[in-house]
C-alpha cells in the first residue's frame, strides 16, 4: 500500500467526495481504508429498520440462550458490534409507530442502553400515529442524544381526545437542552401549544425555529421565544387569531436575522418586533384579506440591516410602497396572489419605480403581475435596470419580447447582469432579432432561462413560447467569465425556502 494512504487527512478529503454508494467498496480495500469508510457509511441512516434489523434476537430465545455459554458469548459479540456502528451514526430519520417503538423498548430492556445513538447530531421523527406518552417519553430518551443539536418532529394526524402525544413531544425537549435547531410541524391541541414557549426558551443554545401548528400557534409562544437570545432565524405559519389572545409582552428578537412567516395578512404586525436592528432578511407569505398593509411597521429607522425581502401573496401596488423606503434593499422577490383568471403582468411605471427605488439591488425576481390587462414589459423597458441598478446581476421578470425585429431604438447595456429568468415571456419567430438584443443589453450574461417557477424550483407542467425561447438560448453565446454567480448561495433563495 502507497504510504499516502496513511496519512488521516487524505484519506479523509478523498472519502468524504466519494460517492456514498462507492462507499461500500472502499470501505474493502484494506484495513486503513475501513474504519474511516465504515464511519461515513453509517453515518447517516435513512430509517430506523435498518438499525432494528442489527439487533440481536436474544429475547425470544432468551431461556434456551442460557442453556449455552457459546451462544450466549454470540449474542453479547453481536451487542458489542451493535454498539460499535451506532456510535457511527450522526444523521437519522425514521418514522415512528406502535411497531418501530416495540421494537426499540426491546432494545433498551435487552441492551441496557440510555441512548441508542450517542453521537447523534440530527434526528428527523415522523409520529404517523397517536402514542401513549410514556411511550414516547420512552422512545425519545432513548433516541435523543445529550449532544443532539438538530430535532425536527412531523405529526400530521386528526387530533382526537385524549391524545398524548404533542405533549410528550414537547416534555421530552428537555432532554436535549443543546438543541440548536427545532422544527415541529403538524397538530397540536390548543391548550398543549403554549406549553412550547417555556420548553424552547429553556435552550442555551437554540438559532433556529420552525413552527408550523395546526389549528394555530399562539401569540404567547411567538412572545416567549422573542426573548430567546440566540435565536437567529425563525419560521412562523398559522398564527391563531389575535383578536382572542391578551395584550403580551414586547416582541423583540436580540439576535434575529431571517425572518418568515405564513399566514394571514393581518397578523404579520403580531409577530414583527417593534424595531429591530439585527434583522436582514424577511419572507411573508400572506392569505386572506384586510384592510391593514402588513408592511405599514416595516420602516428604515427600525429595520437598518434589511437587504432581503421575499413578499408573496401582494395585492396591491400599495402594499409594497412601505419597502420602497429600503434604498439598502439588495435582493427582493415579489409574488402577487390572483384567485383566478391569467397570470397578471407588471407596468413599465412600476418597473422603474423599483428601479429607482433600490440603487444597490442585485436580485430582483417580479412573478406574474399586478395587473390583469395584456400589457407587458417589452425587453426595452428593461433598460431602466441598466440606469438605475449597477449592481444587478440577477433578473427575473416576465417580458414582451414579440416584434424584436421592428425595434429601432438604443440600449442601454447592464454588464453586471450575469443571469436572466424570462418566464412566461411572450416571444414570436423572430428568434435572432431577440437574441440579438439581448447580447446587445446583457454582454457578460452567462445564464437564461424562461422557466415560470419560484426562485430554486421546477416549472410545472410547459410555459408559452417554450420552443422559441429554447432557439434563443442556443442563438446565444453566453460569456465565459472567471467572476461566477451563484443563486443557490444567496440569502433570496436560502429565505425562498419555507418547507416546514
Known amino acids: 500500500m502507497h504510504h499516502t494512504w496513511n496519512v488521516p487527512e487524505i484519506l479523509e478529503e478523498i472519502l468524504k467526495v466519494t460517492a456514498k454508494t462507492d462507499l461500500p467498496n472502499m470501505a474493502r480495500v484494506c484495513r486503513a481504508f475501513w474504519p474511516r469508510a465504515a464511519r461515513l457509511i453509517w453515518e447517516v441512516v435513512p430509517s430506523i429498520t435498518h438499525w432494528l434489523a442489527l439487533v440481536p434476537r436474544d429475547k425470544e430465545h432468551s431461556e434456551h440462550l442460557k442453556a449455552s455459554e457459546f451462544e450466549h458469548h454470540s449474542i453479547s459479540s453481536e451487542w458489542e458490534r451493535f454498539r ?3 456510535a457511527f451514526v450522526k444523521d437519522l430519520t425514521t418514522n415512528i409507530n406502535h411497531e418501530n417503538v416495540t421494537s426499540l423498548l426491546d432494545v433498551q430492556s435487552s441492551s441496557e442502553q440510555t441512548v441508542l445513538f450517542p453521537n447523534l447530531d440530527r434526528a428527523y421523527l415522523t409520529l404517523e400515529q397517536p402514542l401513549p406518552q410514556a411511550e414516547i417519553r420512552r422512545v425519545f430518551s432513548l433516541l435523543m442524544a445529550p449532544n443532539l443539536a438538530v430535532l425536527r418532529c412531523n405529526y400530521h394526524f386528526f387530533l382526537t381526545a385524549p391524545d398524548e402525544t404533542p405533549a410528550a413531544i414537547i416534555e421530552s425537549l428537555k432532554l436535549t437542552p443543546l438543541i440548536e435547531s427545532f422544527r415541529f410541524s403538524g397538530s397540536m391541541p390548543s391548550h398543549i401549544a403554549p406549553l412550547l414557549g417555556p420548553a424552547l426558551s429553556s435552550m442555551s443554545q437554540l438559532r433556529s425555529i420552525r413552527l408550523y401548528i395546526s389549528p394555530g400557534l399562539p401569540l404567547e409562544v411567538v412572545q416567549a421565544i422573542s426573548q430567546i437570545p440566540t435565536l437567529e432565524s425563525v419560521l412562523i405559519g398559522v398564527i391563531q387569531d389575535p383578536k382572542q389572545t391578551p395584550s403580551l409582552g414586547p416582541i423583540t428578537y436580540p439576535s434575529l436575522k431571517e425572518l418568515r412567516y405564513v399566514s394571514r395578512r393581518d397578523a404579520l404586525r403580531w409577530i414583527l418586533p417593534t424595531a429591530n436592528p439585527t434583522i436582514e432578511a424577511i419572507t411573508a407569505v400572506l392569505s386572506g384579506q384586510s384592510d391593514i398593509n402588513p408592511f405599514d411597521a416595516l420602516r428604515p429607522a427600525k429595520y437598518p440591516n434589511l437587504t432581503t425581502v421575499n ?14 423606503a429600503f434604498k439598502g434593499l439588495k435582493e427582493l422577490s415579489i409574488t402577487p396572489y390572483f384567485l383566478a383568471g391569467d397570470r397578471g403582468h407588471w407596468s413599465t411605471s412600476e418597473a422603474r419605480l423599483l428601479a429607482e427605488s433600490f440603487p444597490l439591488l442585485e436580485m430582483l425576481v417580479l412573478k406574474d403581475g399586478l395587473h390583469c390587462f395584456n400589457i407587458l414589459l417589452t425587453l426595452p423597458d428593461l433598460d431602466c435596470f441598466a440606469q438605475h441598478c449597477p449592481r444587478l446581476w440577477y433578473l427575473g421578470v416576465s417580458v414582451d419580447a414579440r416584434a424584436a425585429h421592428t425595434f429601432k431604438g438604443t440600449v442601454t447595456q447592464h454588464f453586471a447582469i450575469r443571469e436572466v429568468c424570462l418566464q412566461e415571456s411572450e416571444v414570436d419567430g423572430h428568434e435572432a432579432a431577440v437574441a440579438d438584443m439581448i447580447k446587445r443589453m446583457w454582454p457578460n450574461l452567462q445564464k437564461g ?46 429565505m425562498s425556502q419555507i418547507e416546514f
Open 311 to 324: 413578499a408573496r401573496g401582494i395585492l396591491n401596488w400599495d402594499e409594497i410602497t412601505p419597502l420602497l
Open 449 to 494: 432561462t424562461r422557466m415560470y417557477c419560484e426562485l430554486g424550483e421546477e416549472p410545472l407542467g410547459q410555459v408559452r413560447s417554450e420552443a422559441h425561447w429554447d432557439k434563443i438560448w442556443s442563438l446565444l453565446d453566453f460569456a465565459e467569465t472567471d467572476e461566477r454567480f451563484d443563486y443557490t448561495s444567496t440569502k433570496l433563495y436560502k
Open 84 to 86: 460499535f456502528y451506532a
